[in-house]
């Protein structure tokens, strides 16, 4: 049966083709076909039901109003943001280095096999940085600097500093761990500079999927790098590359780890393989990982203590940010990522048990009563809102069981002072009491969809201004880009 047709990419010479995704014995599967290549017919989502689920979580959003690029290819070959493009930019990524001191098989940078040396200068940095906060109408609010390996830049302290300088709210490192580790001082020369999480590459509680996924075993630089984020209270997500075969049997385990370690560890976000790296071809569907995968087996690592229905789509929380919106009258940060982009829950940890918000917050009551709130704010003007922020403070407290919330945590009071009195500080005490466990699946040639490309939300910013989608850069532009804006090694 056919669900849609969309655009996709041949996996051979990334020609943009047409393509259809259907379903077929319970799963969701996408092909198309190359003149000169041949037919592709790959997984998209591995269980169609949960697939139709996702469905009620689509919220189309309204772009930039100043996109940087024209239309004249068409989606995917005009990034740039294009006027097609339908989300703005939550987090931003600025590549500041191709060198890497590992050369895994799983990198969609593909960094330490490069002959070029791509290494934006500071103040080329600077003006990348500028162009992700002029964006319109919401400034891009976070940023992440990656590479390569962020930390081998001697500048990269400073290059911290230089994101808060320019209004960032949020900044990341997304590094694996190797300097962090041996430098005990870099943490807390990044917490100084304000640096507010570490992206932890971390595929796994033994050695075996580092040897497989990074060619060594570097899980005691893991561990140490973590316990130098823990002297400097600077907070880590982990982030594990998921492949079939090789780590998707540590899932559970890996949640425990983030547990057990909980005063340091905010979330964990896996990211099931991306085969834009150097995996053959004949091993994508084998090694191959999609959400559903994923949440299946959360359920059954964890013994059911967080199941399959704890997860909604990333776009879920639209209706946050659209009740805050005609709450503020301004624009805010909107997630109208696709609804296939990826899938979260939060956890609670009370007396060492796993409590995932769903057991006690009725999510989907929570979601309505904020949507019908804002379209009552939109609908009333001054006295209007008046009335609806008086009804949703107190409406809220019934979409809690209190009987099965964790004892540790007043979530009725965090939510109240949230939405009544927007205490930024009490959203900050409820991260701090929580692990968001998460799931995001970026595309591949294989599986590639223009429908989610267009709403993508976490976006690169290169030297020449552009600013490209996270899914068409790693599986489009990535080349091109470092050649235009790199020199030789020869000449280094």
């Given amino acids: ?118 290494e934006p200068t500071y103040e080329e940095i600077r003006q990348m940085l500028r162009n992700l906060r002029s964006n319109k109408p919401v400034p891009t609010p976070a940023i992440q600097y990656a590479g390569g390996e962020p930390t081998i830049r001697k500048d990269i302290v400073d290059l911290i500093k230089l994101a808060k300088e320019e209004g960032f709210s949020h900044t990341q490192i997304a590094t694996n761990g190797i300097r962090l580790a041996k430098r005990p001082e870099l943490a807390k020369d990044l917490k100084e500079a304000g640096l507010n999480t570490i992206y932890l590459q971390f595929d796994g509680i033994t050695e075996e999927p580092y040897i497989n996924n990074r060619g060594k075993n570097l899980l005691p630089f893991k561990i140490d790098a973590i316990e130098n984020c823990r002297k400097a209270n600077l907070g880590i997500v982990l982030v594990p590359t998921i492949v079939k075969g090789i780590n998707d049997n540590q899932i559970g385990d890996i949640i425990r780890f983030a547990v057990d370690n909980l005063d340091i560890i905010r979330g964990v976000n896996f990211q ?69 982009c990826g899938t979260a829950t939060y956890i609670f940890i009370d007396n060492g048990d796993i409590i995932p918000i769903t057991r006690f917050v009725d999510v989907d009551r929570f979601f309505e009563l904020l949507e019908k709130s804002t379209g009552d704010i939109k609908n009333g003007g001054i006295r209007g809102k008046a009335k609806s922020v008086a009804r949703a403070t107190l409406e809220l407290p019934r979409t809690i069981d209190r009987s099965e919330a964790p004892e540790s945590v007043d979530i009725k009071n965090i939510l109240t002072s949230v939405f009544k009195d927007r205490s930024y500080k009490s959203l900050g005490d409820f991260h701090h009491k929580t692990l968001l466990i998460s799931c995001m699946h970026f595309m591949d040639p294989w599986n590639f969809d223009e429908d989610r490309v267009k709403r993508c939300v976490i976006h690169y910013a290169l030297p020449d201004g552009r600013i490209i989608p996270f899914c068409t850069m790693n599986s489009i532009y990535r080349q091109e880009v470092e050649k235009e804006f790199s020199i030789p090694l020869k000449d280094n």
């Fill in 1 to 118: 049966m056919v669900i849609k047709k969309t655009k996709s990419l041949c996996p051979e010479c990334l020609k943009p083709l047409d393509a259809e995704v259907y379903e077929e014995q319970g799963k969701v599967m996408i092909k198309k076909e190359c003149p000169e290549h041949g037919s592709f017919n790959n997984v998209y989502w591995s269980d169609s039901d949960i697939y139709r689920k996702a469905e009620g979580c689509d919220y189309v959003g309204k772009g930039l109003q100043n996109p940087q690029t024209d239309i004249d290819k068409n989606c995917p070959m005009d990034c740039g943001i294009c006027p097609d493009h339908e989300s703005h930019t939550i987090l931003g990524l600025i590549d500041v280095t191709n060198r890497c001191n590992l050369k895994c098989p799983v990198c969609f940078a593909n960094a330490a096999v490069s002959k070029y040396l791509y």
């Fill in 272 to 340: 099931p393989v991306s085969f834009a790296g150097r995996t053959p071809a004949d091993q994508v569907e084998a090694q191959r990982v999609t959400i559903p995968d994923f949440q299946k087996m959360v359920e059954k690592q964890t013994n059911s203590k967080i199941a399959l229905d704890d997860f909604y789509p990333a776009s879920s929380v639209h209706s946050i940010s659209e009740f805050v919106q005609v709450l503020e009258d301004e624009p805010q940060v909107t997630f109208t990522c696709h609804q296939h």
